[in-house]
């Protein structure tokens, strides 16, 4: 019987072999990619259109009230509580509340005058912001569907902007600073759901080296594993291996939810910022208070962010309509602005 030999010729040993490389599972994202939302120091104009374009995209603006509750509620909320001082002028209250929505969601809102046949103004209607742009003449472009366009003259149009010291063409919300801990309040809510719709737990490994390990046997544990993912599928497994070894078949955990209290913080924190970007008193927005001491006396706190924050909003938009020479006598917006408004 021949011997086989040892080839120790280099020249001849096998160039297929690739050397050992570490195992990459994903390249870390950037916190801000591209500075989105919040990084600008001018405007894109559309020519084909003739409008400048928003700084900051009002589609996620508009998205970012449905995705974080708190930076939601307190948005509607801030809109509610300067119309609910409206007295009478030339728009109704519901359409006095839109106003005030669009301006705090997105930063500016567009009054339009309603005109008679003799080109006299008779009432105001606010247009969304959300499709609404500012045109080359100070005027305003509506959006529609099928790439069509609205176009109102500037002397149809009553801006009320909140002011941007940057540029001066749109309103910026006064909230962009809490734009980041809204959606980590959202993506700790959605890895929370996860966690619990794969069966509450992050998996495991199972480990064998036993090889009296049936085949059968194998394949079954695999179907069984498989079939037990799924909200509250907490299920038992029973492994018999005549003669098996010891620590033959291992579970190993993946990852845990020991730090469950992590969410609980990300939760607050994050609250917490939406609420201070808002400049939103805590005792006003439904969050149960976690110590004794509680919040406060609700009516003293409103009182005080009607001062601060309520009735500067609502004076601007009472300065931004009363300087139009257009607009005169029952047009103009009225206001209760007492610290205790009549019912």
């Known amino acids: 019987m021949d011997t086989a030999k040892l080839n120790t010729d280099k020249d001849e040993q096998p160039t297929d072999k690739k050397p050992n490389s570490p195992v990459v599972f994903s390249m870390p994202e950037t916190v801000m990619p591209n500075m989105w939302l919040t990084d600008y120091d001018s405007l894109f104009f559309n020519d084909e259109h003739d409008f400048w374009e ?9 998205g970012l009230t449905r995705r974080n509750a708190q930076h939601g509620g307190i948005v509607y909320s801030r809109a509610k509580m300067a119309a609910a001082r409206y007295v009478n002028g030339g728009m109704t209250s519901e359409q006095v509340e839109a106003a005030f929505l669009n301006f705090v969601q997105f930063g500016d809102v567009a009054l339009l005058k309603i005109r008679n046949g003799f080109k006299h103004v008779l009432r105001l209607f606010p247009l969304p912001s959300y499709r609404t742009r500012v045109a080359a003449d100070g005027g305003a472009v509506v959006l529609e569907r099928n790439n069509q366009v609205k176009r109102y003259k500037a002397s149809d149009i009553v801006w ?6 940057i540029q001066q063409v749109y309103g910026c919300p006064d909230y962009l600073g809490a734009m980041q801990a809204a959606l980590l309040n959202e993506d700790a809510t959605l890895f929370r759901r996860k966690y619990f719709i794969n069966g509450a737990h992050m998996g495991f490994i199972l480990y064998s080296t036993d090889p009296n390990l049936d085949p059968d046997v194998e394949d079954d544990i695999k179907e069984k594993i498989q079939d037990s993912k799924g909200v509250g599928n907490f299920k038992s497994l029973f492994v018999n291996i005549p003669n098996g070894q010891e620590k033959g078949l291992q579970i190993i955990p993946v990852g845990n939810f020991e730090s469950k209290d992590e969410f609980a913080n990300i939760k607050s924190v994050s609250a917490q910022d939406v609420l201070n970007a808002h400049r939103f008193p805590p005792g006003l927005s439904g969050i149960i208070p976690m110590n004794t001491a509680g919040l406060g006396d609700p009516e003293k706190t409103d009182k005080v962010y009607f001062k601060n924050e309520t009735k ?10 009363a300087q139009d020479p257009e607009i005169r006598g029952s047009l103009k917006l009225t206001f209760d602005l007492k610290a205790e408004p009549e019912d």
């Open 160 to 165: 009320v902007k909140q002011y941007d010291p």
């Open 54 to 62: 928003p700084p900051v995209d009002r589609d996620l603006l508009a």
């Open 312 to 321: 500067p909003m609502i004076k601007q938009f009472i300065n931004g309509v």
